[in-house]
C-alpha cells in the first residue's frame, strides 16, 4: 500500500508540474521576484542551487532582467532564520525557496501564510506540521521531500558491504533539527535488522564537532555514517577530515563529502531536485496554488564511491559495489 501511495503521489506530481516545452521556453513578460532561504553561510549545496537558477533560465526567467532572487543566509545559527525569513516576507517577495533545513522552512511557515513557499528538499513534512498530506500538501508549503525510510537500511548496507567486519558505526546527526530525530530511529531501526552497534553523535552548533568527534574516538566506532542536515554539510571538511584521521570508513548523505575525499555517498540526486523545485516556482507564477502541488519524493538515487581513500584506509571495494556505482572517483 505505501509503494501504491508514493507512485500515486511521484505520479500526480509530474502530471501536475508537466507543461509544454514551447511554454516553458515562453518569456515570462512580468518581472517577479524570488527570495531564497538557507541555514549555511551560502549554500549548503551549490552545484544544485546553480541547477535551479539553470533551470529557471531554461524555463524563461533571466536573473537582472525579468528576475530578482534574494538570498538569505543563517550561517548556522537557527536563532536566525525567523528574522531572515521576516524580512523576505517585508520584501514582498513572490515565491520564498528554502534550501532545505526543517528549522528554515518552519520558519519561512511562521513569517507568512499567504507568499507561497517551495521546499528545495526537506525530510518529513508531513510529521514534522509542514503540509498535512503529500498529496495535498495545504496551506501555502509545497515542494521536494526526502521522506524515503529504505535510505536508512540502504546506507548500512552498503557500508557494510564496503567494510565486511563492521560491527559498531558512529552515527553524526543534528539533533536540533527535529526531523533528524525521525532519521535517527530509523537508522536505529536499520542498524537492528543488519545486528550492528550505534554511537549516538549529536550536534546541535558549530561549536559541538569537537567534543563529538573527542567521543567517538574514545568508544573506538568502526565506521561513520553522517545524516543529511545543512548544518552538517556546512562542516564537510571538518568531519571527512576526522574521519580520515581516525581511519574511519564513512558513508555520506551528499556527493560533496565524497568530493572532499569521504569514502562512499548514497543519496538522492539533489542536483535533479532543485531542478523540479524551478519547476514548482515556475507554476506558482503561473496561477498554480500551492495547496494543489503534492510534495514529490525523490526517484534517483546515486551513489559515489572514492577510490583513492579507499586504498589509503585499506578498503577494497567488491566488484558488486563497483558494479553498482554511478560514479568512482579515482
Do not use: C
Not at 94 to 112: F, L, N
Not at 266 to 289: C, E, N, Q, W
Request: hydrophobic share 45%; proline share 7%.
Amino acid at each position: 500500500m505505501r509503494l501504491q501511495t508514493m507512485g500515486f503521489v511521484v505520479s500526480l506530481a509530474l502530471a501536475l508540474l508537466a507543461a509544454p516545452l514551447a511554454a516553458e521556453a515562453q518569456q515570462p513578460a512580468q518581472r517577479y521576484r524570488l527570495g531564497y532561504l538557507g541555514p549555511g553561510s551560502g549554500s549548503t549545496l551549490p552545484a544544485a542551487l546553480d541547477a535551479f537558477r539553470q533551470q529557471l533560465r531554461h524555463l524563461g526567467y533571466v536573473e537582472g532582467q525579468n528576475l530578482g532572487i534574494e538570498y538569505r543566509w543563517a550561517a548556522d545559527r537557527d536563532d536566525q532564520l525567523p528574522s531572515l525569513a521576516a524580512d523576505l516576507v517585508r520584501l514582498k517577495v513572490d515565491v520564498i525557496v528554502v534550501e532545505g533545513h526543517t528549522p528554515a522552512i518552519q520558519a519561512a511557515k511562521q513569517a507568512t501564510s499567504t507568499i507561497p513557499i517551495v521546499m528545495g528538499v526537506s525530510g518529513d513534512p508531513v510529521k514534522t506540521g509542514l503540509v498535512e498530506s503529500l498529496a495535498r500538501p495545504g496551506g501555502n508549503v509545497t515542494g521536494l521531500s526526502l521522506l524515503t525510510p529504505e535510505l536508512a537500511p540502504k546506507r548500512l548496507e552498503l557500508l557494510k558491504e564496503a567494510v565486511p567486519t563492521l560491527a559498531r558505526v558512529a552515527v553524526l546527526w543534528n539533533a536540533a533539527n527535529p526531523v533528524k530525530v525521525l532519521d535517527w530511529h530509523e537508522t536505529q531501526a536499520a542498524a537492528s535488522a543488519l545486528g550492528l552497534q550505534l554511537q549516538s553523535l549529536e550536534v546541535r552548533g558549530p561549536p559541538d564537532f569537537d567534543g563529538t568527534f573527542d567521543a567517538a574516538t574514545r568508544d573506538r566506532a568502526d565506521a561513520l555514517v553522517v545524516l543529511p542536515d545543512g548544518l552538517i554539510n556546512s562542516h564537510r571538511k571538518q568531519i571527512v577530515d576526522f574521519a580520515m584521521a581516525s581511519r574511519l570508513p564513512g558513508m555520506y548523505p551528499y556527493r560533496e563529502f565524497v568530493d572532499a575525499g569521504g569514502l562512499m555517498s548514497y543519496a538522492p540526486s539533489y542536483v535533479d531536485l532543485f531542478r523540479r523545485a524551478a519547476m514548482y516556482v515556475d507554476r506558482i507564477l503561473h496561477g498554480t496554488k500551492p495547496a494543489d502541488l503534492p510534495v514529490e519524493q525523490p526517484t534517483k538515487f546515486e551513489l559515489v564511491l572514492n577510490m583513492k581513500t579507499a586504498q589509503a584506509l585499506g578498503i577494497t571495494f567488491p566488484p558488486t559495489l563497483l558494479i553498482l556505482a554511478d560514479e568512482v572517483i579515482r
